[in-house]
């Protein structure tokens, strides 16, 4: 019989011997774990210069000219880390249960004929329990767009502080509306809009629009105020006039960014429709529209981007806008109703 030493000599000379027994000792549990898959951290997936560009654009100190519009088309929002859908995101597109026609028949004969073009409507606007166009807009907005809106706000007042936000604010609002006067004043009278000329222009916002200026005619109501029946709302329109040929609801916009593409003016076409629904149905008008002009003035005076939206474009805003105006309603009620005990 052999010696054990003699045994463990052999045992030793066999390299297979301990190749093969080494990966069958299982007595370490440090080798459970190894083998186990690393756990993956969920913030490796966040894209991080997403949210260094957020960081820089809201504690930046360099003025810049971002608008709540801008901040959308820079899309700055950091994407969620949760894979749970955010709560205004809708899975499925919502249809409007209203059936209120955009058109009204009913003044489609009357709206060719043009009692006297030389005066415009001015109807003056009465307040009432209706809610304005511009109110139900701002009520029902989508929680990304308060978002935007609030962080647009927060990045001004670290610029510009308090003081020169409200500053900023209310040149913007002054500048507006002076705007608006001029171009009223122009429009009021026909001859006077075909005699505009460089030394009638007081401003770097009516020489912006003053290509679009020459291409209007027939104006039929200035600054005045419009109201839905039977959807009960109402609004102030700047314009109804003739452009190119066609009837338009026409609305003057100033900004300090170019908007070339109607996807730029945010929530205006929405207003637009509201207005072109709201005059098809306001017996005070006897003439139908079909047809809407967003015009965008910049200061510096270079050309105004127009954005035509034609009767098939304004329908399609118009199902858009009665979602809007049944989430303002549905709102109200909840409000208004008493909580359960």
């Known amino acids: 019989m052999q010696s054990l030493s003699s045994i463990c000599k052999k045992f030793g000379r066999s390299s297979r011997f301990f190749g093969e027994l080494a990966p069958s000792v299982g007595f370490s549990t440090s080798c459970y774990f190894h083998n186990q898959k690393k756990k993956k951290n969920p913030y490796q997936e966040v894209d991080q210069n997403k949210y260094s560009n957020l960081i820089s ?6 003025i810049s000219s971002q608008t709540p519009e801008s901040l959308i088309q820079d899309d700055l929002l950091y994407r ?8 205004d995101q809708e899975s499925e597109p919502k249809v409007t249960q209203n ?6 028949p009913e003044k489609r004969n009357v709206s060719k004929t043009l009692t006297d073009s030389s005066i415009p409507l ?4 009465q307040k009432n329990k ?4 511009t109110r139900i807009l701002q009520q029902t907005m989508t929680a990304k767009q308060i978002l935007i809106l609030e962080r647009w706000k927060q990045q001004m007042i670290l ?10 604010t209310s040149d913007i609002f002054l500048q507006g509306k002076h705007f608006h006067e001029e171009l009223e004043a122009m429009l009021s009278s026909q001859e006077q809009l075909k005699e505009l000329d460089e030394k009638t222009i007081r401003s770097g916002y009516v020489a912006s629009v003053q290509h679009v200026l020459k291409e209007i005619s027939g104006v039929r109501a200035l600054e005045s105020a419009v109201h839905h029946e039977t959807l009960k709302y109402l609004g102030l329109i700047d314009c109804v006039a003739e452009y190119r040929g066609k009837l ?5 916009k100033t900004s300090e960014k170019p908007k070339p593409f109607i996807q730029n003016t945010y929530d205006n076409p929405l207003q637009v429709v509201a207005y072109v629904g709201a005059i098809n149905h306001d017996i005070n008008y006897h003439f139908e529209v079909q047809c809407g002009l967003i015009v965008v003035a910049y200061k510096d005076g270079s050309p105004a981007h127009t954005h035509f939206m034609d ?17 303002y309603t549905e709102k109200g009620k909840n409000q208004t109703s008493p909580n359960p005990d």
């Open 159 to 168: 610029k510009l502080g308090e003081d020169g936000f409200a500053e900023y």
């Open 57 to 62: 654009s809201i504690v930046s100190t360099r």
């Open 311 to 327: 009767s098939e474009l304004c329908s399609q805003y118009w199902s858009k806008w009665l979602l809007r105006l049944e989430k």
């Open 248 to 252: 338009c609801v026409i609305d003057w």
């Open 122 to 125: 001015k109807i003056p606007l």
């Open 80 to 87: 969620p880390v949760s894979k749970c859908k955010a709560q």
């Open 99 to 104: 059936t209120i026609l955009f058109l009204n």
């Open 130 to 133: 209706m809610p304005s166009v």
